[in-house]
């Protein structure tokens, strides 16, 4: 079965460093989410990538996906307070269309402190 | 637009005791989905819904049921509660797309079984 690990687990950083969070698959990603869970709450989505390569921005988030699909990363530029929390990717279990039916396994998540 | 919603927020059971968890969604969402988190396992799907009447088991589906009577709704029940099902446990619901399936969470139920 595919799995998902995530690091680093936990990471602490100054306000305005930054930094990176991976994600690696043991098979070929054909579908990967990132999530934002502040504490206590539910998960948020930040952004999904498909094709290898691929390389998508939202604010000062980067997510890309390697050319060979199976890791990807989370950048954070200039990290932020609000940038705390626990984020957590989640891939598709299927290479095939509509063929997970949105079944996603989730890595264990990365803990980001942000020390102002 | 409530998006997903939760209820209860927390719930305290015995051991034995039962109890349903609801999630509503007005999204017109097709899919829903029943998660557990627990530290350290990190998120893990219980049952899934792809459409009104019909379920389907995830990765810890025993001890857990599930109903989607309604496209909406989204029923989570425990039979006979366990020490080892005390978790948080989150809702999600989402719709198909070219771009794959981004869900939607609740803000989760924290429940404690003693």
């Known amino acids: 079965s595919q799995e998902l690990e995530q690091s680093p687990q936990s990471l602490i950083v100054q306000e305005g460093k930054n930094l990176t969070i991976n994600c690696t698959s043991s098979k070929t990603l054909y579908g990967l989410y990132w999530y934002k869970q502040k504490y206590g709450e539910g998960l948020i989505f930040l952004m999904m990538l498909q094709k290898g390569g691929e390389e998508k921005s939202h604010e000062k988030i980067t997510a890309k996906l390697d050319e060979k699909k199976q890791q990807s990363s989370l950048h954070i530029t200039a990290s932020q307070p609000s940038h705390a929390g626990i984020y957590l990717c989640g891939a598709d279990t299927s290479e095939n269309y509509g063929g997970s039916q949105g079944n996603l396994i989730f890595g264990k998540g990365t803990k980001l402190s942000v020390k102002p | 637009n409530a998006g997903v919603t939760q209820t209860p927020k927390f719930r305290v059971l015995k051991t034995g005791q039962s109890m349903t968890l609801l999630c509503a969604q007005d999204m017109n969402h097709e899919y829903m989905y029943w998660y557990r988190q627990d530290p350290g396992m990190g998120l893990r799907l219980i049952h899934y819904s792809v459409g009104e009447g019909t379920t389907a088991k995830g990765e810890v589906p025993d001890g857990y049921n599930v109903s989607r009577l309604k496209k909406q709704n989204f029923l989570l029940g425990l039979e006979s509660a366990a020490p080892s099902q005390t978790s948080v446990y989150f809702c999600?619901?989402?719709?198909?797309?070219?771009?794959?399936?981004?869900?939607?969470f609740g803000p989760g139920t924290r429940l404690t079984v003693t």
């Open positions: 999600a619901s989402s719709y198909s797309s070219l771009w794959g399936y981004e869900q939607y």
